[in-house]
Nanobody
Framework: QVQLVESGGGLVQVGGSVRLSCVAS????????MGWFRQAPGLEREFVAA????????DYTDSVEGRFTISRDNAKNTVYLQMNSLKPEDTAVYYC?????????WGQGTQVTVSS
């Protein structure tokens, strides 16, 4: 199974930026489409962004389109989420996901808090 470890969260001001990273280990990274999800207090986990195994296809939820960018570096087994123009409603625990052959794996999550 693949293991995922996120990093890069923290406290950021409204309008600021932060970059999340997720390092994968345990299986061949290019077997997986990668994604980011988030969960705010009292709400269900929601899709944020996804990227295909080779990075050529990306997808975003409407609320982050144009502000967030997902990318991956297959040489480093890492997927990134660049988050710009942050809003208070972006406050959540952000989870990395790996969608591959007969497997859907999750990281432990990293907190992003946007302060006004």
């Amino acid at each position: 199974q693949v293991q995922l470890v996120e990093s890069g969260g923290g406290l950021v001001q409204v309008g600021g930026s932060v970059r999340l990273s997720c390092v994968a280990s345990g299986r061949t990274f290019t077997m997986y489409a990668m994604g980011w999800f988030r969960q705010a207090p009292g709400l269900e986990r929601e899709f944020v962004a996804a990227i295909s195994w080779n990075g050529k296809i990306t997808d975003y939820t409407d609320s982050v389109e144009g502000r967030f960018t997902i990318s991956r570096d297959n040489a480093k087994n890492t997927v990134y989420l660049q988050m710009n123009s942050l809003k208070p409603e972006d406050t959540a625990v952000y989870y990395c996901s790996a969608d591959g052959p007969q497997e859907l794996a999750w990281g432990q999550g990293t907190q992003v808090t946007v302060s006004s």
